[in-house]
């Protein structure tokens, strides 16, 4: 055996007793802190209230258009969504602060210019192409004068100075913001809850997490209260939420969409290829009408508009084996249903991928997103670096019950120094797999082929439940290392009548492919579904 082969099959024998290892580790926590966390599950299962105003059931496309021909107004459409806010924020538990009072006269203000202008309904909607809709905005996206704590308690009276890019961009096309969001504290977990705002729970099942990072938007827009959002997606947080709270959710090609002025940040070269600010809506046809917005450029305009038939493209799927738990029927019989109804498309056929390397997705993820350099924390305040704190002292202060901070914040601080730890060598190794992997993808997927696979192995969990599913991430982390365009898309409900859903992948410069997709899932399947229709279909 040469030593080449030698080092290839220790290596592998290596990285195998690893995942046993984190495999059982994870088991054992679930054996000793399951119980506990689903005592939660004994709670009576409540869920928003059924929309009664017909207008927070139309697409945004649909209202825009309605408003541009004066057919509504603005400010029916406003104080619906205000009124609708009010109504589920008490079960939900996703407003941070919001600014209810001047929407409404930025709405009465836009009905008043729609009233006296010259300009024709075509330059109406190519000028202001969102005019007199609705938009809420995570809080760790800057909106002027709003709160920007990002769930930091000490940070509680931290106000924007200005509005990020994308917020600019969605008020020069008529839009108008309507709330900040909750997010966990500096959006550095899978569950949005923080010392400041606390739990934000789910539309469908409040006993049951939103996701995170994005969990606010995801929960607003599930509950009906959101028609257009803005998220951030690092490591899933836009598209977990989504899938959790049954909506949309893409994660643009990098730098299709410009991420200045979101908290944190990060002065590492690489970050944007990691980072992205994109959208969830509850409508797939809202996609194009947003992201075209957000765009910072005419390439990626062209790219969200871009149309094609689905029999011109090549469709792949992966059901399971990435991760350390096995994918739920319910999530597997998801995909499949999906891939039955594509091949009865003239030409079309599903196949399964084979992409071996796809097997070390928490390893290359966790690696290359724990080496990102200069990220903005507690324990690196770019903004003021003499306020940056020690991992140790906050890790024992939180032991003591004295931190003001949250345990994955502290835990992200361990991790952090776990990461300077990591060799550079096994850093270059995995950058090798990644781009290895990026090639299989380009070669597999070329410019007009999509993977489906799992955005998670199940449901909403129990909030806790985060904790022993990191892992299980993955499906949605290794998409932001690799630099993919993503969409989650909503495909049903599973046994406990909670949505699953599923993503669609295409290789960068493709985001049109899986908007394309799921739109089609939409026209298909229903896409999203308010909650109280859903358990009334149970009765």
């Not at 290839?8 to 195998?16: R, T």
């Not at 996703?94 to 006269?105: L, M, S």
């Not at 019950?401 to 776990?418: D, K, N, Q, R, V």
């Not at 781009?435 to 082929?449: A, I, M, V």
Request: net charge positive; with cysteine.
């Amino acid at each position: 055996m040469s030593s080449n082969h030698r080092f290839y099959y220790v290596s592998k024998i290596q990285k195998m007793r690893m995942k046993r290892i984190v495999k059982y580790s994870l088991f054992l926590l679930y054996c000793l802190l399951g119980p506990f966390f689903k005592l939660r599950g004994l709670k009576k299962r409540r869920r928003c209230p059924s929309i009664e105003d017909q207008i927070l059931l139309q697409s945004a496309t649909e209202i825009a258009q309605k408003i541009r021909r004066k057919e509504i107004s603005s400010e029916e459409v406003i104080i619906a969504y205000v009124k609708r806010c009010k109504r589920v924020n008490p079960l939900i538990n996703a407003i941070v602060e919001d600014r209810f009072e001047e929407a409404i006269q930025e709405a009465r203000e836009i009905d008043a210019f729609l009233q006296s202008t010259a300009m024709d309904e075509a330059k109406i909607a190519s000028e202001k192409p969102l005019l007199g809709l609705p938009v809420t905005i995570k809080e760790s996206i800057a909106v002027q004068g709003m709160s920007y704590s990002v769930g930091v308690k000490e940070n509680i009276l931290s106000r924007a100075t200005k509005d990020a890019d994308v917020v600019a961009k969605i008020r020069k096309a008529g839009g108008i913001p309507l709330l900040v969001s909750n997010t966990p504290e500096l959006c550095l977990w899978w569950h949005t809850f923080n010392k400041v705002t606390g739990t934000t729970n789910n539309p469908y099942d409040t006993r049951r997490s939103a996701g995170g990072s994005s969990g606010g938007e995801a929960a607003l827009l599930g509950s009906g209260a959101s028609i257009l959002s803005l998220v951030s997606d690092i490591a899933g947080s836009g598209r977990l939420p989504a899938m959790f709270c049954g909506v949309f959710g893409h994660k643009p090609t990098p730098n299709y969409i410009s991420i200045d002025g979101h908290k944190p940040g990060s002065n590492d070269e690489n970050w944007s290829s990691f980072f992205s600010i994109g959208s969830m809506v509850r409508y797939a046809k809202d996609l194009p009408l947003i992201l075209t917005v957000l765009s910072q450029s005419n390439e990626a305009k062209t790219i969200f508009n871009k149309k094609l038939n689905l029999k011109d493209m090549k469709f792949f799927y992966m059901d399971d084996g990435t991760i350390t738990s096995s994918v739920t029927s319910d999530v597997k019989n998801a995909i499949y249903k999906l891939i039955r109804h594509l091949e009865t498309i003239d030409n079309v056929k599903v196949q399964k991928a084979n992409l071996e390397d796809m097997k070390m997705s928490f390893e290359l993820s966790i690696i290359i997103l724990l080496k990102i350099k200069d990220v903005y924390s507690m324990y690196n305040r770019l903004d003021d670096p003499e306020k940056s704190k020690s991992v140790f002292m906050e890790t024992l202060k939180y032991i003591f019950f004295m931190s003001s901070h949250t345990f994955p914040a502290i835990c992200y601080g361990i991790l952090t120094c776990i990461g300077e730890k990591i060799s550079e060598s096994s850093y270059t190794k995995m950058m090798d797999i990644r781009t290895q992997l990026k090639k299989q993808f380009k070669e597999l997927l070329g410019d007009n082929g999509v993977l489906i696979c799992p955005s998670f192995i199940s449901s909403a969990h129990y909030p806790h439940d985060t904790l022993y599913n990191v892992p299980n991430y993955s499906y949605l982390m290794i998409f932001n290392v690799l630099g993919f365009p993503v969409t989650q898309c909503p495909i049903g409900f599973d046994k406990n009548q909670l949505p699953i859903g599923l993503q669609i992948v295409a290789n960068p410069g493709c985001d049109h492919l899986t908007i394309a997709v799921a739109q089609e899932i939409e026209r298909t399947f229903g896409g999203w579904r308010e909650p109280d229709e859903l358990i009334c279909d149970m009765t």
